[in-house]
């Protein structure tokens, strides 16, 4: 029933930035724990940032701490990740992705949990050049 659009990937080279942009629709957003997963290719998915707007938190991957941010636009519900100093390792799809439990909000808040997420974004690409 939530539907979720990313946009803003592409190629850009080592030491770059980009801005992700996830574009939700649906009622009662902040029921949802909300942020970004990756899948590099031949490898599998990893949790990058996320947020529970309900507990008041935020995780993120320690690969990308201190390089990425995670951010809400209260007026439109759009999450974004910015991504500075990019590295060949970041190349992969990035997903929104959003889910409903405890346990996805406890852990999108940096607590103990789990990022099970029922809804997903179809991706987008992004590609960091050596």
């Known amino acids: 029933q939530l539907q979720l659009v990313e946009s803003g990937g592409g190629l850009v080279q080592p030491g770059g930035s980009l801005r992700l942009s996830c574009a939700p629709s649906?009622?009662?957003?902040?029921?949802?724990?909300i942020g970004w997963f990756r899948q590099a290719p031949g490898k599998g998915r990893e949790a990058v940032s996320c947020?529970?707007?309900?507990?008041?938190?935020?995780f993120y991957a320690d690969s990308v701490k201190g390089r990425f941010t995670i951010a809400r636009d209260k007026a439109n519900n759009t999450v974004y990740l910015q991504m500075n100093s990019l590295k060949p390792e970041d190349t992969a799809v990035y997903y929104c992705?959003?889910?409903?439990?405890?346990?996805?909000?406890?852990?999108?808040?940096?607590?103990?949990?789990?990022?099970?997420?029922?809804?997903w974004g179809k991706g987008t690409l992004v590609t960091v050049s050596s």
């Open positions: 649906g009622p009662a957003l902040d029921a949802y724990a």
């Open positions: 947020m529970s707007s309900r507990l008041g938190g935020t």
């Open positions: 992705a959003a889910g409903s439990t405890p346990v996805a909000h406890f852990y999108c808040s940096g607590d103990e949990g789990s990022p099970s997420m029922e809804y």
